[in-house]
């Protein structure tokens, strides 16, 4: 099994998702949100970030509308229950730095967990936050795994559509071009 998931990250990004860290199956595939399970691909088709629904083994082409992948804790493991709270903060600074390097518009956290480990504050909303994270906005989106009931299909596709109109609003366009 890889030790590692690639990131599916370039310079100046419309948007970069992030999830909270990898799954054993995604890391070992070398994909992210490998689990057929799991909604992202399809939620992010269905809100509007893609043409099409893309599948894992395709990640890299979500480059192509501006769009990157990322997570906070490179650990796979096969829940982010397992993740302990020293390793969220372990991995701050790289992941911070990261975000400075490649400068993306906006970074979307999936999940409340790992925006919470990394700034530290507890009661977190849903959508946009206050702080940002070098330039970039910070959004805090439903996780979609499939072990999220909490969230239909449908509210997915509305909170990650609310981010994909706030980008279009800010920039008087269509995302898609």
Same mark, same amino acid.
């Given at each position: 099994?890889?030790?590692?998931? #690639?990131?599916?990250?370039? #310079?100046?990004? %419309? =948007?970069?998702?992030?999830?909270?860290?990898?799954?054993?199956?995604?890391?070992?595939?070398?994909?992210?949100?490998?689990?057929? $399970?799991?909604?992202? +691909?399809? %939620?992010?088709?269905? @809100?509007?970030? %893609?043409?099409?629904?893309?599948?894992?083994?395709?990640?890299? %082409?979500?480059?192509?509308?501006?769009?990157? *992948?990322?997570? =906070?804790? #490179?650990?796979?493991?096969?829940?982010? $229950?397992?993740?302990?709270?020293?390793?969220?903060?372990? @991995?701050?600074?790289?992941? #911070?730095?990261?975000?400075?390097?490649?400068?993306?518009?906006?970074?979307?956290?999936?999940?409340?967990?790992?925006?919470?480990?990394?700034? &530290?504050?507890?009661?977190?909303? +849903?959508?946009?936050?206050?702080?940002?994270? &070098?330039?970039? $906005?910070? +959004?805090? *989106?439903?996780?979609? $795994?499939?072990?999220?009931? @909490?969230?239909?299909?449908?509210?997915? =596709?509305?909170?990650?559509?609310? *981010?994909?109109? @706030?980008?279009?609003?800010?920039?008087?366009?269509?995302?898609?071009?």
């Amino acid at each position: 099994m890889s030790e590692r998931l #690639e990131d599916i990250l370039a #310079e100046q990004l %419309t =948007v970069v998702f992030c999830g909270i860290n990898p799954g054993k199956g995604s890391a070992a595939l070398g994909q992210h949100f490998a689990n057929r $399970s799991n909604r992202f +691909w399809r %939620t992010l088709h269905l @809100a509007g970030f %893609t043409p099409h629904e893309i599948f894992p083994e395709n990640g890299r %082409t979500l480059l192509h509308y501006h769009c990157g *992948l990322t997570t =906070v804790v #490179e650990r796979p493991t096969a829940s982010a $229950s397992e993740l302990a709270r020293h390793e969220f903060k372990a @991995a701050a600074a790289a992941f #911070e730095q990261k975000i400075r390097h490649y400068r993306p518009r906006c970074v979307a956290f999936l999940g409340k967990a790992g925006y919470s480990a990394l700034s &530290g504050q507890r009661a977190i909303a +849903w959508g946009l936050q206050a702080q940002s994270l &070098g330039d970039a $906005s910070v +959004w805090v *989106l439903p996780n979609p $795994s499939g072990r999220n009931l @909490a969230f239909s299909l449908e509210q997915l =596709v509305s909170a990650y559509g609310q *981010l994909r109109q @706030a980008i279009a609003h800010a920039d008087q366009q269509p995302l898609l071009s």
